[in-house]
Every structure is written in structure tokens, then in C-alpha cells.
């Protein structure tokens, strides 16, 4: 059971917007950066936003992120077949000293 | 450009200790901006942090792991390490290195994972 709660599938059609959720408390979400990491199949994770809705050089801006009390969401728009892949969410945590959670991860596919 | 680089054992006997190492290229493991971070996937599922190390040795482990984690770093092989003991089947994921932004110092605040490490499979069998 992971710390940060998101929905385990997603899916669209070619252009269209999907939004992916991510809940959390107020010990992560709720007081500190989200970050959300895009896997495609078989390859290692990748960084997709930073500080909420900040997009790392290279990140198509069709990628944003959200940030509103203790949820967060990155949403696709303009959706494209090499966006299939599975998405996660990431937070510091103030508990216990301090950790990184993790969403359990949403798997995007492109109709 | 900053790349990491996972290597170790592939196969690991239950009860035994995991070993592996990140090694960096193209940039210092000794900045002060960074941490050196672990995180492991489980065939099929979900990311799990293991852990972060700063060069100073200023450490963060998973709550659930602390007990038998723990990561090093060689600044003088620009290279860091994790030693996880006492494995079993559980403990069988790909395991990736990766750079792990520091926010703050006090109290502690550590931000993304950028970049990663392409991963290693390690099984654990019995």
C-alpha cells in the first residue's frame, strides 16, 4: 500500500487531455514539492516535473503539473502514442525523520 | 552530462547480504547540491525508495528498510554503494541509482531524482 494514492489506470484517445491524481497528507503533499516521474516500458524511470509544475529541459509542455492542498495531478494533453507508459508521483515526507514516498503508479494508454 | 551506471551481482542467496554499486560519470559525486540515492522496483510493481547519501555522510533510509540498509559513498572512485542484509524473496526488484536533489539542510528536505541509472535486476533465491 503505497503512501501517495493514485489511480492504477488511465487511458485516452490520440489528442485528447488525461489527468492523473495523486493524494497524499499533510506531512508530504500537503507541505512539500511533488514530483512525477514517467516510466516507458522497459526503460528507467525519467524526470517529468519538478517542484510541482516545473518541466525539466527537454519535457514537451503538453506535460503539466498541479498542486492544490494535499493532492496533486499532472495532466497530458494532446495525447500521443510514445505517452504510454506508466506514471508516478513522489513527495518528501516529514515524518519519521524524513523519506521519499511514492505513488503506487498509473498506467497511461493510448487508445 | 551526468550518467549513472548500476553494477553487482545479479543473484543473491535468501538471508544473505545485497551488494551493489552506482558508479558517476561526468560530473563530482562530491557537490554539495546532491545526495546519491537507491530506489528498487519489484517485478510488476511500484517504485520503493531504499535511501540517500550525502558526501559529507549525511544519510535518509526507507522507515521500513533503516534496519538493513546501508549506503556509502567513495568519493575518491566517484562511486556510492548499497549494502542490504538479511534478503529474501522480497527483496527481489531492479534496482536503480540516481541523483537525488537537496532542498535543505535543516530541517532535511530532499527533492527530485535526476538523473537515473538504466538499473540492475537482482534475484534473490533461495
Known amino acids: 500500500q503505497s503512501v501517495l494514492t493514485q489511480p492504477p489506470s488511465a487511458s485516452g484517445t490520440p489528442g485528447q487531455r488525461v489527468t492523473i491524481s495523486c493524494s497524499g497528507s499533510?506531512?508530504?503533499?500537503?507541505?512539500?514539492?511533488v514530483y512525477w516521474y514517467q516510466q516507458l516500458p522497459g526503460t528507467a524511470p525519467k524526470l517529468l516535473i519538478y517542484?510541482?509544475?516545473q518541466r525539466p529541459s527537454g519535457v514537451p509542455d503538453r506535460f503539466s503539473g498541479s498542486k492544490a492542498g494535499t493532492s496533486a495531478s499532472l495532466a497530458i494533453s494532446g495525447l500521443r502514442s510514445e505517452d504510454e507508459a506508466d506514471y508516478y508521483c513522489?513527495?518528501?515526507?516529514?515524518?519519521?525523520?524524513?523519506?521519499?514516498?511514492f505513488g503506487g503508479g498509473t498506467k497511461v494508454t493510448v487508445l | 552530462q551526468l550518467q549513472l551506471q548500476e553494477s553487482g551481482p545479479g543473484l543473491v542467496k535468501s538471508s544473505e547480504t545485497l551488494s551493489l554499486t552506482c558508479t558517476v560519470s561526468g560530473g563530482s559525486i562530491s557537490s554539495s547540491s546532491y545526495y546519491w540515492g537507491w530506489i528498487r522496483q519489484p517485478p510488476g510493481k511500484g517504485l520503493e525508495w531504499i535511501g540517500s547519501m550525502h558526501y559529507g555522510g549525511s544519510t535518509y533510509y526507507n522507515p521500513s528498510l533503516k534496519s538493513r540498509v546501508t549506503i556509502s559513498v567513495d568519493t575518491s572512485k566517484n562511486q556510492f554503494s548499497l549494502k542490504l542484509s538479511s534478503v529474501t524473496a522480497a527483496d527481489t526488484a531492479v534496482y536503480y541509482c540516481?541523483?537525488?536533489?537537496?532542498?535543505?539542510?535543516?530541517?532535511?528536505?530532499?527533492?527530485?531524482?535526476?538523473?537515473w541509472g538504466q538499473g540492475t535486476l537482482v534475484t534473490v533465491s533461495s
Open positions: 513522489a513527495a518528501w515526507d516529514d515524518s519519521l525523520s524524513g523519506h521519499v514516498v
Open positions: 517542484k510541482n509544475n
Open positions: 540516481a541523483r537525488h536533489q537537496s532542498i535543505a539542510a535543516r530541517p532535511p528536505y530532499l527533492g527530485e531524482f535526476d538523473p
Open positions: 499533510s506531512s508530504n503533499i500537503g507541505s512539500n514539492y
